[in-house]
């Protein structure tokens, strides 16, 4: 009976009986603001995702034919994007009867590899499917743990900032001519300059 007179209370004041642990023997309840549970809740979910470094798969495509220019190029942004702390995916695509010589699109993979031992780990080794040769490199333990402790750098900054500035700062004002009348109220409108004498003769 206590109990049913403290949910009616509770229901009152606009409180709800809320199951917060339904796994556990007897099921967890508590009388909360269910609304306000649910806001804290998304906060704390935005706060954690905020902290995740999220991992991309860039994917870069070339063919056996490719041009020495274009290969170093491509192979100059693959580098980038690992030291980013990102993955990519190296595919090489043949057309027509090129597919009869696999041995030059392994042969470049091998250049990919080779080119960005000091970077890269091979994930998942070349292998063919249909008429295209894939393989996937991700950062390696040193390039990765640099990406994280600057996402975690650029993370405290922005939270520094954030806790540093004011509620409704909007920065510095500039000294004007209408700076000086109270907020909200009409700006002073500026003297007519006197009309100029005009001699009778």
């Known amino acids: 009976m206590p109990t049913e007179v403290a949910l009616a209370k509770a229901q009152a004041d606009g409180l709800n009986l809320v199951e917060v642990n339904p796994m556990s023997k007897p099921p967890v309840c508590k009388i909360m603001d269910y609304g306000r549970f649910k806001y804290e809740e998304k906060k ?19 063919r056996p034919k490719t041009e020495e220019h274009d290969y ?20 090489i695509m043949f057309r027509g009867r090129e597919i009869t010589h696999r041995n030059l699109g392994t042969a470049i993979l091998d250049d990919v590899v080779q080119d960005l031992k000091d970077v890269a780990v091979v994930e998942q080794t070349p292998r063919l499917e249909g008429k295209q040769m894939f393989m996937i490199l991700g950062p390696n333990s040193k390039v990765a743990q640099r990406a994280r402790d600057q996402h975690r750098t650029a993370l405290m900054a922005a939270e520094k900032e954030k ?37 009778k003769t």
Do not use: C, M
């Open 44 to 62: 704390k979910a935005n706060e954690t995702k905020k902290k995740q470094v999220v991992v991309k798969i860039k994917e870069v495509k070339l």
């Open 72 to 91: 170093e190029t491509k192979v100059r942004h693959v580098r980038e994007f690992l030291e980013e702390g990102n993955k990519a995916k190296i595919t």
């Open 163 to 199: 806790a540093e500035r004011k509620p409704g700062d909007k920065g510095p004002r500039e000294s004007g001519p209408d700076q000086d009348h109270e907020e909200g109220a009409p700006a002073p409108v500026p003297e007519a300059p006197p009309a100029p004498e005009v001699s």
